[in-house]
């Protein structure tokens, strides 16, 4: 599972870091770089699944493009970004460091630099093996050395630059650590899920399907696909959860096949209005919010065990007075299978409600006043937390904006101190 991201030179950021917790909570205001950071994420999802780097950033005939292209993929348009994760390994004492630098130029971006590293933790001493990094590439040159531990100075391996070395190596025979570190880092990139749920493409009928799509249009589908048995558990816990979310009771959410070919799936569920009345309806008479619920349940219940899911503005569509029921939802079902989540809000409610274990994974994305670079400060690494927490509720707090006044009054106080 993913344990940190550090982004440098990478859109809106100059260099952060960005912690992963069970519940990761991202907040900030407009512009302040939220989703720019969500995108780091996305590039890395794809340029592990052997993505052309280029088209991982620009997109292709299957692929949307990352917001601002090529053009705004780089801090104040320079000539490289570069992204850095921290994974858990194969027990409690591995990590793995995992890098990858992308130089872009005019309307062409390849690799630059890409390295792996094992950490061995010791007690209170680490024990670092690169098992593969690159040498510095010819300028103009379509292809990269990259270099694997053989205890010496590290066996030659010509490699492609327009996709990542990870990805090139998936289908080599490797030492048994190298091959340990590959395959461990590509479990956890590629168990990174973007959900950007859209309602309106959730109406329509889905072919029945293994994969989530990322706006949820096909949950209908995917339900559909399971098993029997799994089915009907993976139902019965939507239908639990979503029970609270609409005005009256839902008491049934399910999907099933609408021709006897089987091939196309609809969402349907009964509301009960009194003890009397009950109304059946397809997706197509469902709300925005039930249905973005809805698409985060579905995707916590069939994404494999140990993924992150992302969610970007989790909240979209649903009245504040449910955001405590989602957020004991998503906690729930998270622990439960083992799925951290990383989720972004503007929501009052929902940041009140969050417990105060929770406060140390909350972490604030703020521009900075003089170079205007985005950065992320963990709420629980900030001095003095307890004078900021004890001026009101996290979501007022929120609101007022005075996490951001406070962040900025703490940088200003150490610079100050700096320069005394």
């Given amino acids: 599972m993913l344990r940190e991201m550090r982004i440098e030179g990478w859109k809106s950021y100059n260099s952060a870091s960005l912690p992963f917790d069970q519940l990761t909570v991202l907040i900030g205001t407009n512009a302040s770089g939220k989703s720019n950071a969500l995108d780091a994420l996305e590039f890395l999802s794809r340029v592990s699944a052997a993505s052309d780097i280029n088209s991982a950033i620009v997109g292709d005939s299957n692929t949307i493009n990352i917001r601002g292209g090529l053009e705004w ?202 003890e009397e009345l009950e109304l059946e309806m397809d997706a197509r008479g469902m709300s925005d919010g039930t249905l973005c619920f809805i698409s985060v349940i579905v995707a916590l219940l069939t994404q494999p065990e140990g993924s992150l899911i992302v969610v970007e503005e989790i909240d979209n569509g649903l009245h504040p007075s449910r955001a405590v029921d989602l957020l004991s939802a998503i906690r729930e079902i998270g622990t439960e299978r083992k799925i951290d989540l990383l989720i972004t809000t503007h929501n009052v409610a929902l940041l009140d409600a969050l417990p105060p274990g929770v406060l140390r994974s909350v972490a604030v994305a703020t521009r900075n006043a003089k170079s205007g670079a985005s950065e992320i400060t963990v709420l629980d690494d900030l001095p003095h937390l307890a004078r900021l927490v004890a001026d009101g509720s996290l979501g007022q707090l929120a609101a007022e904006g005075k996490i951001e006044s406070f962040i900025k009054a703490q940088e200003e106080e150490q610079e100050q101190e700096h320069h005394a």
């Fill in 73 to 274: 993929a780089t801090f104040e348009r320079g000539k490289k970004f570069t992204i850095t994760v921290l994974t858990s390994g194969e027990d409690d004492r591995t990590d793995y460091l995992y890098s990858i630098s992308v130089a872009i130029e005019g309307t062409s971006a390849e690799l630059e630099s890409e390295e792996l590293v094992r950490i061995k933790h010791q007690g209170s001493t680490e024990r670092r093996l690169r098992l593969f990094w690159t040498d510095e590439p010819e300028p103009g040159a379509p292809g990269i050395v990259a270099r694997l531990y053989n205890t010496k100075s590290g066996t030659k391996r010509p490699m492609r630059r327009n996709l990542s070395i990870l990805s090139q190596l998936e289908i080599y025979p490797l030492r048994e650590e190298i091959d340990a570190g590959v395959q461990h880092v590509i479990s956890s990139i590629r168990s990174i899920f973007i959900l950007d749920p859209n309602p309106a493409s959730m109406r329509s009928y889905s072919r029945p399907s293994e994969k989530l799509l990322r706006d949820g249009s096909n949950i209908a589908g995917v339900l559909a696909a399971l098993p029997d048995d799994r089915k009907k558990r993976v139902e019965a816990t939507i239908s639990k959860y979503a029970a609270k979310i609409p005005e009256k009771d839902i008491t049934r959410v399910w999907a099933e096949t609408v021709d006897r070919h089987h091939v196309d799936a609809m969402l349907y569920c009964v509301e009960r209005w009194n």
